[in-house]
Structures are given as structure tokens and as C-alpha cells.
């Protein structure tokens, strides 16, 4: 039986078809949907994990335990998990582990491009990426066997284009696989300096062998075709590159580390122009040129952003390719008027409760260290309500940051804002170092009671697990106050007044705060608004524009100021700004 998927969901299901465990992953676009379709399954246990470095810890736990394991995560994520990465590969495995990263060419929701491939190569991890569903799913399934052949963590390489494309894929059945037995081994497992050194030759090694699987290993494969253009290329890259030049020869690869030296020179003996194309960097092309060949590949083809057929043919085209064995029918279609296309950016929802709490920051002027969340687009018009976002948890510590090298009348101006999820994942020790070293930072917690940006997953602080069983509750006030912050209040950020009130207050305290701003987001499956929407009343409506300054999308200003009834939720903000008591809702309006 065949079925469309998401390469995301292929990977969940080659998991179960695996016979995994025990997954834990941390929500991270374009990631998401992996964990959120394993949860589907019985058999495996399923978890969110507060960061991506407890998540790769369970897997390690679950995989030293004799169980196959998974940790999921976006390319930032495994940046928060490396730690665990690279000793993991010292230990080894007993089950198998495969831990699935998937990169974001184009940034598309995220703060950096990042090629996760290095980090493949620098722990001495085989590194598989496919380019469809199917083989997504057939990867997870060979990533286990690998990583129990040569006891080694693997690394899975996702994209988004192939996490969030769908295509056919043959499903399976679940193998039956047997948890392993586990045995103490203190000179395996116990990564201190005598062992550790020990392990190090294992790995060393241990690579040799992979090498020589990647010349052998049918994920390695040549296609040939017209000898006079031959390229190497994996994943995404090639399926644009079979798109753009489907006459071409190929060599496709599966594994992208460690990458089949006799292969490549083998292949590029038959080609007469060798090209490597691939997203982000150098990192094929590199080692082909250690290899003495000669070989086109950044200097012709970008090295940042997405790549796509149009591009792959457009530059094959400059670099003097026959145009007989390129697809160039991109050329003939007419491309849209960019002038006609109206502006979309994006914006905080309607009825999003951290709209208040930027409004009043902007309304005080003050300095604000932002975070990673939806609450990022703070910082956008007519907001603008952010000064910095670094990574996650880093508002916190940036704040404590500004105050040390600008002195407490600076801090006095600066608040740190951070979500829920954010502050449970890297927020916590910031604070900590706040209190610990007498800073007075006031830090804000935007709780909306969910992972908002990435689709609404649980976490630690709502009460409900990946099923959405009900699970321990973490309380934050207790937590604040437990690491030595005297000042805990929570506040409603819809209540606007009130909420600048608690503002100066903290802001003014010659010590650490937190305010919690409150507030369920509006587009919880379990909030449900049951108020009536806004209007205007053009009578009386001076035409100010305090509540165009919310940057709500139901407020408009075309000719009048009006509210689109189908967009607002009511929460009640406009009409709070508003000077004249212009907006009203219920039977005023009707």
C-alpha cells in the first residue's frame, strides 16, 4: 500500500517501521511534524523534551538501555544538543540511535542557514539525506541498521523542502525488534579522560569502516547519461538538478559523510565537465577538491538561500551547457508583476495576548532583549517594540548583558521578554545568572500556554503531554521564586493599565524581577472566545490612529478606521487605546 506523505511524516513512519522505542525531540520548524506523527503510534513512547539536549540525552539513555532510539530537532536545535553529540559518538550505542536534524535553507522560520552536515563530520557521525518521502523513510529505516552495525549514533539530514513536499511512499509493516541486553561497561560508557582516550582510537577506527561502506553502500549511486555534463548532488539539490538537466549524468548521493572517494574519481573520469550543486556550503565540493579534481561549484551556483530548478538551469546556461540537454521551459512562462502583488508580512494574530504587553513597551520607550517565538514579530511596525534576538534564552542573559556594561540606570530602561516554552528551554539559567551575580534585570514571560510558533505543542507548564494527557503542571512563579527571585507577579497583558503599572514598578526595583504576562493564545484549540467583535463608531472616531499603533490585522484604515468583523476575536485592546470610546462591540455594532 502506497501513501502521499510529508517527508516529516515518512521519517515517523519509518521509525515505527524500525521497531523504535523511544523518541524525544524538542518542536522546531521544520522538524515539527516528525514527532507529532510518531505520537501516533502506541508502540513508541513520545515525548517533548524541555531542549534539544535533554532530548538527545533520553535518546542516549533509551539507546544505552538496548532500545532503538530517536531524537528529532531543527539545525539550531543541534546546536543546543551538541555536547551529547559529540561524546555519544565516543560511547557508542546499544540499540541503535539516529538522531534527525532538519536544516532551513532560505530561513524560511528560522535565525540562521545552517549546514548540519559539518556537524556530521566534525563528531565523526555518518551523516544519510534524502531527497523524497521514500527514501526518507528508507533512510530512517537504514540509519538504525547502520548505527547498530558500527556502533555509532546517525545522523539524518532533513530539509524543508523535503520535511514539508509530499510524495508516494510503499508503507510497511513494524519489525519486531528485541531490546537489547544491557551490560555495565564503565570503559565504554564512562566517558572520563582514560576511557575516553581509548574510545578515540575505536573511532578512529570506526570511520575507516563507514568509508569503506560508502563505496560500496547502494544510497551511493551514478546515473549515467550524456557524458558531457556530470553532477554530484544530494537531497533537494538533486531533484532540482534532475529537473533542470534530466539528460545528465549523475552521481547521487545518500550519504554525505563520510563522502565515497573511489567513487567520485570514478565518476568523474567518465563525465567531461563535473559540477557539484548543493544548498549552503562547500561542503561536497570541498572534499572533491582535496581529491585533485576539477570541479564547478559555488563560484557558479549561490551560496546562500534555497536552491531551485530555475536557478540550477539559469547558471548551467551562463556556464555554456548545451542548451538541447537543459530544461529551459521556465524561460517561456510569464512571470508575475511583482509591483502587483500587495505586501503580506507577518503579524502577531488577532486577539494575541502578547500585543499588549509591546504596546506598553513602546509606549515606555524602553530597551527590549527579545527571544525566538511568535512574540518575535514584536519587533516588526507598527510594534517595533524589540532591540535584539540571538537564540533562545538569550534575551534573558543579554539583558544582564546590557546592564553590566551600561550600569543599573540603563537596566532601569531594559526588559527581557521570552516565552513559556523559550524560558523552560534555555531561559532558566539566565535568570539564575541574573540573581546569582546581583544584576536587577526585570524579565517578562510571555505565557500564551503553549509553543506557539511551531503549531501549538505542549510543554512542561500546560499540564498535557504530547497526547494531550493530562501531565505534572510546572509552576513558574515557584520556579522564579525558587532560584532567588523575590519579585514574582503575574499580570494580564490585556489589561493595559494595570500592566503598565507593574512595568515601572519592576523596572523601577534595585533588584531581579519577573512578570508573567498571563494569557491563553487565542488560537488554542481549548480557549474559546465566546465575546463579540468590534467596530467603529465613524461618528465619533477622531481618526488618531492609537489603535492602528496595535498592529492589529482586523484594524484597517481605508479612507475610515474599521474592524473586520471575521478577523477580530474581541479581545478588547482597540477599544482600551481608543480616547474618544469609539469602539464598542455587542448590539451597538449590529
Not at 225 to 230: P, T
Amino acid at each position: 500500500m502506497k501513501k502521499l506523505l510529508l517527508g516529516n511524516e515518512a521519517v515517523a513512519q519509518g521509525a515505527y517501521e524500525a521497531g523504535v522505542r523511544v523518541v524525544s525531540a524538542y518542536p522546531g520548524t521544520p522538524s515539527t511534524e516528525i514527532t507529532e506523527n510518531v505520537a501516533r503510534f502506541d508502540e513508541i513512547y513520545t515525548e517533548w523534551a524541555p531542549n534539544e539536549k535533554v532530548a538527545l540525552e533520553v535518546a542516549v539513555g533509551a539507546a544505552i538501555a538496548g532500545a532503538r532510539a530517536m531524537a528529532c530537532m531543527k539545525h539550531v536545535g543541534l546546536n543546543v544538543a551538541a555536547d551529547p553529540l559529540f561524546t555519544s559518538s565516543y560511547t557508542g550505542i546499544n540499540g541503535g540511535l539516529v538522531i534527525v536534524v532538519a536544516d532551513d535553507p532560505g530561513m524560511h522560520s528560522s535565525q540562521n542557514e545552517q549546514d548540519s552536515r559539518y556537524y556530521g563530520r566534525a563528531a565523526h557521525i555518518p551523516v544519510l539525506e534524502p531527497s523524497d518521502s521514500q527514501e526518507a523513510k528508507d533512510f530512517t529505516k537504514l540509519a538504525f541498521e547502520i548505527s547498530e552495525k558500527y556502533d555509532t549514533p546517525v545522523i539524518l539530514r532533513m530539509a524543508t523542502r523535503i520535511s514539508h513536499s509530499r510524495s508516494l511512499v510503499e508503507i510497511g509493516q513494524r519489525s519486531d525488534v528485541h531490546l537489547k541486553d544491557y551490560t555495565k561497561d564503565i570503559g565504554k560508557y564512562v566517558m572520563m579522560p582514560a576511557m575516553a582516550r581509548r574510545r578515540r582510537n575505536i573511532l578512529v577506527e570506526r570511520e575507516k569502516s563507514l568509508k569503506q561502506y560508502s563505496e560500496e553502500a547502494e544510497l551511493n549511486r551514478i546515473e549515467y547519461n550524456d557524458r558531457s555534463i556530470g553532477i554530484i548532488a544530494a537531497g533537494g539539490a538533486y531533484n532540482y538538478a534532475k529537473e533542470a538537466v534530466p539528460g545528465a549524468s549523475f552521481l547521487k548521493l545518500g550519504m554525505v559523510y563520510p563522502l565515497p572517494e573511489k567513487l567520485i574519481k570514478s565518476f568523474a573520469r567518465e563525465v567531461e565537465r563535473l559540477f557539484v550543486i548543493e544548498e549552503l556550503e562547500t561542503f561536497i565540493e570541498d572534499y572533491v577538491r582535496t581529491l585533485g579534481l576539477d570541479v564547478i561549484g559555488k563560484e557558479l551556483f549561490p551560496k546562500t538561500g534555497e536552491l531551485s530548478y530555475e536557478v540550477i538551469a539559469s547558471k548551467l546556461k551562463e556556464a555554456g551547457i548545451n542548451k538541447e540537454v537543459l530544461n529551459l521551459s521556465f524561460e517561456n512562462c510569464k512571470a508575475p508583476n511583482v509591483n502587483e502583488i500587495p505586501l503580506r508580512p507577518p503579524a502577531l494574530c488577532p486577539g494575541c495576548p502578547h500585543r499588549g504587553v509591546y504596546y506598553v513597551l513602546k509606549k515606555l520607550n524602553l530597551t527590549v532583549t527579545g527571544d525566538i517565538g511568535c512574540y518575535t514579530l514584536g519587533a516588526l511596525p507598527p510594534l517595533s517594540s524589540m532591540d535584539t534576538c540571538i537564540c533562545m534564552g538569550a534575551s534573558v542573559s543579554s539583558a544582564h548583558g546590557l546592564e553590566k556594561a551600561r550600569g543599573k540606570e540603563f537596566a532601569r530602561k531594559t526588559v527581557a521578554v521570552i516565552g513559556d516554552s523559550t524560558f523552560i528551554h534555555s531561559g532558566i539559567t539566565g535568570l539564575i545568572d541574573v540573581v546569582y551575580n546581583n544584576g536587577t534585570s526585570t524579565v517578562i514571560i510571555l505565557d500564551n500556554s503553549t509553543t506557539g510558533m511551531t503549531g501549538h505543542q505542549e510543554h512542561p507548564a500546560t499540564g498535557y503531554d504530547i497526547k494531550g494527557r493530562p501531565a505534572n503542571k510546572l509552576n513558574m512563579e515557584k520556579l522564579c521564586e525558587a532560584v532567588g527571585v523575590k519579585r514574582v507577579r503575574v499580570e494580564d497583558p490585556f489589561e493595559i493599565k494595570k500592566f503598565q503599572k507593574a512595568v515601572q514598578e519592576e523596572i523601577s526595583a534595585d533588584e531581579p524581577s519577573v512578570i508573567i504576562a498571563r494569557r491563553p493564545c487565542a488560537l488554542l484549540k481549548r480557549v474559546k472566545s465566546k465575546n463579540k467583535p468590534y467596530c467603529v463608531n465613524t461618528e465619533t472616531c477622531i481618526e488618531c490612529g492609537l489603535c492602528l499603533e496595535l498592529g492589529c490585522p482586523a484594524i484597517t484604515n481605508r479612507s475610515l478606521i474599521s474592524i473586520d468583523e471575521t478577523m477580530c476575536n474581541g479581545c478588547g485592546l482597540c477599544a482600551d487605546v481608543c480616547p474618544t470610546n469609539s469602539i464598542t462591540r455587542g448590539d451597538i455594532c449590529d
